[in-house]
Each structure stands twice: as C-alpha cells, then as structure tokens.
C-alpha cells in the first residue's frame, strides 16, 4: 500500500504583494505601478482607476501600503516567530525598470530586494517570489498600450533576467505571473494594463495581451533555468471550483466551459501549445487572433512551468440559463450555492472546493501544486486589552487545511506548500480597505489611512505556528 503524506520540506508560509504592503511608492527610485492610479473602495465597492496617474484629492491606500519597505525586519521577524518555512512575495517591476524600458535597471530598488532576501534567508525562509503581481509599470501603458504590444515581451525578459542573476542563490521558488487567467475580466487593468476604449476590438486586443504574456513568461522560465537550473518555476492561477447548478447536461457542459479560461493558461503553460481547450474559446470570440510569429511556438514548448501554482477562496455554480443567482467572488462573480456559506464581503466559502481543485490541477497536469493563496477577509476587533480573537479566521484556516491533508494523504496530490493570503493585514487587491483584514499580524491602519502601523499577534497568529510547529498533524487522517 503506497502512504502519501506531506512532503518534509513542505513550504508552510504565507503570501503577499509588493504593492499592497511596501508602500514606499516613490522612494529608492521607484516607478509608478497600475496599482498606484487605484482609489480605495468601499465594503464590496470596486475601485476607481485614474489611468493618466495620481489625482490630487483623491486616497491611494497603495501610495503607504502598511510601509513594508520600512519595516521588513520586524514583520520577517514575525514570520519566523510563526514558524514560516517560506514567505511569498513579489518584486515591484518598476522598483527595478521604473519605466519598464530601459535597458539598466535601478540599482537602489535591486538593493531593497537584497535586504529583504537576506534577512528572510538569515531566518531560513525561502523566498517564493512573483515577477509580476499586478504591478506593470503605468509608463509602458502610456507609451506602448501595455501588452497589447508586443515589445513588452522583451521589456519583462530584461526585467526576468536581471531578477535571476542578481538573485541567483537567494531565491530558489519563482512565479511568473500572478493570477493569468484574470486577463478575462472585462477591465484587465490590475493583471494587464488594459483598459479598453470603447470602439476597440476588444477580442482582438484580448487575444495579443495574452499571447504577448505567455510568450514573456516562456521567455522568464526559459531565462531562469539558464541562469541557474536549480530555479524552481511556476505559473500562478485564479483557481474557482465550478460546480454545474444541476445535473441537467446542459449545465455541466456550461461548468466546462467556464473553466476553459482557467485551463487556457494551465495548458500553455504546462504543455507549451494552444490546446484545442485554447482554441476553442478563442473561435468564440470574433476578431479574436493570436498574433504567433515564427519561433514563438518553440519558446512556448521550451519554456514549460516546473509547477502550478494556485489560488484558491471560493467556489462558484455555473449554469447554462441565466438563472442562477449571483454572489461576489474573487475577481469574478460567482453562481451561489445554497450549500455554502458567504464571508462578510460574499466570498462562498468551500474548503472541500480545495480538495476537488487540487486533484482536478494535478489530474490534469500531473506537475507538482503549490498553493499559493487562501485566506479570509474580515473584519477584526481589537478587545480594550489590545487582542484580536479571530476564531473565525482559524475556522477557515483549519477547514481548509483539513481538506487540503486528505488531497494529499488520500487523494496523493503532489503538494509543495501552502501560503496564505495575507499573513499580515494589508491592503485589499479588490476593494483597497484595510477593513478587509486577512492576517495573523495585526496593523493598526483604518481605511482612510489612519493608525500608527504598528503589528499585533492576533489569536490566529499561534495556532497557525502551532499547525506549522506540527506539520499539519492534527488534520492528519491516519
Ligand atoms: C488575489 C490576489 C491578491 C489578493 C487576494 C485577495 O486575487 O492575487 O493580490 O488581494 O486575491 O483579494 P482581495 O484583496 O480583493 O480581498
């Protein structure tokens, strides 16, 4: 009888972007991001882009995020107080091209990330790092209409490059692009630059964007691997389970087709070809063209992923009527399913949707699965005594890792690790708040910007370095 358990060297850690917690957004010389023109929200309330750069009066929460770039020290002090054996983070592309197109990169931003490697590694933490989480620079927008051109390639293998070499021997775990897939959405702005203008060809500018990004991350893999063959390199994916609303066939073939946009990445991705998946959803969408050029094929080919990686907080039901009622989601909205319950700001939450996603991901590709993200956004309490008792958050927490055991000790998914999203509070990719807190470290920051900053141990914060502590014991199912 085979016995599947976690890996030894699992990576237990937790999950962050440069943009929602350096701050520092003009300081060592950086560039201005797509994240830095996006106004606060509100409680389930999207936010504004101000696409031609920052507005007098208005609150950019990202401009300060919870000022990682100040604190680092103290908050990887925290992580290793928890245990952490990894820590997921991304670079800020225009910390290292503050324009995205010049041919040198900028020394000052290059010497942050030395810092901040170096200490996580003095604590033996594994950097897992991001090349691009919603952070391309807002100049190669202006100038180039971001990835609808294709000189971007070139721009993010310079960025790539300079990332392997200097970094060579700091950080093993890389990711290309957070969260492809979320180029599907009708303003691809944080993941892509794109805003669309109205008499666009919107399919047509689709269909170049996502080409131009698969090739540029072929290109990083294939970059990373000659840098040094140790590199570990993923992919990352927005992974919602889809459920058909009923068994009606109609709608199971709806629920395939939905995740088509999942695996029209995992497929490029993993497999190196547009998959007859692929281009069955692009001979849907009119105008849509892949603008392939000779070689291109070959780059996609050599420059296959290591790993997947993932995010995973809800699932959503998918129907092939327009009759299924809707609940927010991550990014996109989802079906409800009267079987789940929704989070405050109306994520359903499915822990068994974790187990299903894992094993359809590594069925399907039979490369190793990392997750990446998993968390819960709520909002905390601070007691008169200063402590935050988020039984709720461990809830979601233990839920989900339960589930995530018996993919791997019954289900013998290769798992390398788990992080979850947001290990200290920062800023909401969504919605902007603070209010929307999701970490084990508490920040006192509000949504307007006040607070001192200073970080918390919530309760959370000791039962998830208790779970790490164990490996993950007590949802063992032996
Ligand atoms: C993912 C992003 C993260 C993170 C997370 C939670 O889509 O990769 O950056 O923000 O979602 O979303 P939110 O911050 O909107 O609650």
Known sequence: MTQFKLRDDFLWGGATAANQWEGGWQEGGKGVSVHDVLTAGAHKVERRITPDGPVEGEYYPNHEGIDFYHRYAEDIALFAEMGFRCLRLSISWPRIFPNG??????????????????????????????LSHYETP????????????????????????????????????????????????PDPWRTAGLLYAEDEDRNASLARAIHHELLASAKAVIVGREVDP???IGCMLLYPEMYPATCRPEDVLATRDAMRRVYFFGDVHVRGTYT?????????LPGAVLPIEPGDEEILKAGVVDHIAFSYYFSSVESSRDDVEKTEGNMFMAGRNPYLEVTEWGW??????????????????????????NGLGAVDVVEPDGSVNDDYRIAYLDAHLAEMVKGVEIDGVD????????????????????????????????????GTLERSRKKSFHHYAEIIRTNGATFSTR
């Open 276 to 284: 007859n998946t692929c281009l069955s959803l692009l001979n849907e």
């Open 348 to 373: 359903q939450i499915d822990p068994v949707g974790l187990r299903i996603a894992m094993n359809e991901l590594y069925d399907r590709y039979q490369v190793p699965v990392f997750i990446v993200e």
């Open 101 to 130: 197109d010049e041919t040198e990169p900028n020394e000052e931003g290059l010497a942050f990330y030395d810092r901040v490697f170096d200490e996580l590694n003095a604590h033996g933490i594994e950097p897992v790092v991001t």
């Open 138 to 185: 807002l100049h190669l927008v202006h100038e180039y209409g971001s990835w609808r051109d294709r000189r971007l390639v070139d721009f993010f293998e310079r960025y790539a490059r300079v990332c392997f070499e200097r970094y060579r021997g700091k950080v093993r775990y890389w990711m290309t692009f957070n969260e492809i897939n979320t180029i599907w959405r």
């Open 415 to 450: 798992l390398m690790g788990y992080t979850w999203w947001g290990p200290i509070d920062l800023i909401s990719a969504g919605t902007g708040q603070m209010s929307k807190r999701y970490g084990f470290i508490y920040v006192d920051r509000d949504d307007e910007g006040n």
């Open 230 to 232: 140790e590199n570990k």
